[in-house]
């Protein structure tokens, strides 16, 4: 007979215990405890041998000395999406566990519908839980690839069904579309609940590691950002790509945030197109607005996101607030670093800024976190409030600190090569980065500035 047996889960991470608490005592959240009917069948032949438990008891592991051990990279498969290579480190590794978190409507399944059809040379299993075969049909005929695809699609929800539907179908590469809908029948709770979404997980990387079969598997996140569910469901993969971007604006970036495999600091940039996502090689390109002549208030960044260069238009409006209290307004940059780089400017320079509203914008719908756009941002807002257009042929890579001093930042080659690559004139960089650095060795003008005044002698006279 088999045992009914409840416990208490924190829905927020995943901590379990026997009786209720008004506090996890893991995460600390309040009143996020939810009691699930947790059933383990007495019979022990399950859907992928699972249970919870990681123990494997049946096959002992002996000890092995490191370089007799073989492994083979080139095993990795290709897909024809040069950025989703990148961004696992290489392709696809056998018997990897991916998830992929994403907020509803950023294009996580035409992502994972791209990739199933876009490569013929290996067997592909869509299983959605979310829409109908039609509609994956419908989306398919959209993205104009499954003419030539090896792509099965199944519409299943309960593991049981899909692991018989693997068997027979025996694809190389599975999705599973969305992690959220799936249940097992070796738990009593509902779909999308903490357990159910642990269990799933659990029964899902055991076949991928007994099997050698890569899973993506599409994760819902909650509204603050965080993939809903445990974050156990985090430990347990081998890599976590979160697909983040506007939903409003066509750019979309799929950033690696956990890989076992590869850099965690890889992303990809796509555009949102009516025929589906096109990948974008040179970022650059399309972040700079092209113009005929300057305008005030636009200066050009020449930023890192994760590992790679590319150079960003940043936009401020600073105008003469109406009411007593200024606005400021910061879209795709932090609020909180705007305003310490506004007393900056007011308090050591004596700009007359606290009577006047600030707006900054980072063209593309970006979310720029590198502090090595500070002296782009500082270089926009003067340019704004004096009115005085920065040439086009020049960009800023510098932090700025409290005392106005520009601070070196990382990868300052990288950055000088993409701005000569695309044909700036000249860039300004903290002269504490010019140390070893050989300004002969590239074709445009190196402009070291220690101090913000530095910059605006040379700016603005
Ligand atoms: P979808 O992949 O369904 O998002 P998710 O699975 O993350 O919820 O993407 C939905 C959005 O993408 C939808 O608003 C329409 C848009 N879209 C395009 O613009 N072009 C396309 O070719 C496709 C398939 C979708
Ligand atoms: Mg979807």
């Known amino acids: 007979m088999a045992k009914t047996k409840s416990a208490y889960f924190c829905q927020n991470c995943g901590y379990e215990s026997p009786k209720w608490m008004g506090q996890c005592p893991s995460c600390k959240q309040w009143n996020s405890f939810v009691e699930e009917v947790v059933e383990k069948s007495s019979s022990k032949v399950p859907e992928w041998r699972s249970t919870t438990t990681t123990g494997n008891a049946k096959r002992a592991n002996k000890a092995a000395i490191i370089h007799e051990i073989v492994y083979q990279d080139e095993s990795r498969i290709l897909t024809p999406d040069q950025e989703f290579n990148r961004v696992l480190g290489g392709g696809i590794v056998p018997g990897s566990l991916v998830l992929i978190g994403g907020e509803p409507g950023i294009g996580k399944s035409t992502l994972m519908l791209q990739l199933a059809l876009s490569i013929p040379q290996v067997k592909t299993l869509y299983i959605s839980g979310e829409e109908s075969e039609q509609q994956i049909k419908m ?19 309960s593991t049981q069904n899909i692991f018989k539907q693997i068997e027979t179908v025996q694809p190389n590469v599975i999705v599973i579309d969305s992690i959220q809908t799936l249940h097992s029948s070796q738990i009593e709770s509902a779909p999308g609940s903490v357990s159910q979404v642990r269990e799933c997980t659990a029964e899902l990387l055991r076949f991928a590691k007994e099997t050698s ?12 950002g965080s993939i809903a569910g445990p974050k156990v469901l985090e430990h347990m993969v081998d890599t976590v790509l979160q697909f983040e971007g506007d939903r409003h604006h066509v750019y979309r970036i799929l950033r690696a945030v956990k890989n076992r495999f590869g850099s965690a600091s890889e992303l990809g940039i796509y555009e949102m197109q009516g025929s589906g996502l096109r990948e974008v090689s040179n970022p650059s390109e399309i972040m700079i607005s092209q113009r005929d002549e300057p305008v005030s208030g636009v200066s050009i960044a020449a930023m890192l996101e994760g590992m790679r260069p590319m150079m960003i238009e940043v936009q401020a409006l600073v105008s003469n607030s109406a009411f007593g209290t200024a606005q400021r307004s910061s879209t795709g940059y932090d609020t909180k670093r705007l305003n310490m780089l506004l007393a900056v400017l007011e308090k050591r320079f004596g700009f007359r800024l606290s009577a006047q509203d600030v707006f900054l914008n980072i063209a593309g719908g970006l979310r720029v976190e590198d502090p090595a756009i500070d002296l782009a941002v500082i270089v926009a807002i003067i340019s704004s409030q004096q009115d005085i257009p920065i040439q086009s042929n020049l960009t800023f890579a510098g ?50 500035v220690a101090k913000l005044e530095d910059i605006f002698s040379a700016l603005f006279g």
């Open 139 to 157: 989306r398919a005929e959209r993205l104009s690839q499954s003419s030539k695809a090896n792509c099965y699609i199944l519409t299943e929800t």
């Open 213 to 224: 079969t890569p899973v993506f598997i599409v994760g819902h996140i909650t509204k603050d």
């Open 399 to 448: 932090e700025v600190g409290l005392s106005g001093e520009i601070r070196a930042v990382n990868r300052i080659e990288q950055r000088i090569q993409e701005a000569e690559k695309l044909g700036f004139d000249g860039i300004f960089i903290s002269k504490f980065n010019t140390k070893g650095l050989d300004a002969k060795k590239y074709n445009i003008a190196i402009r070291p």
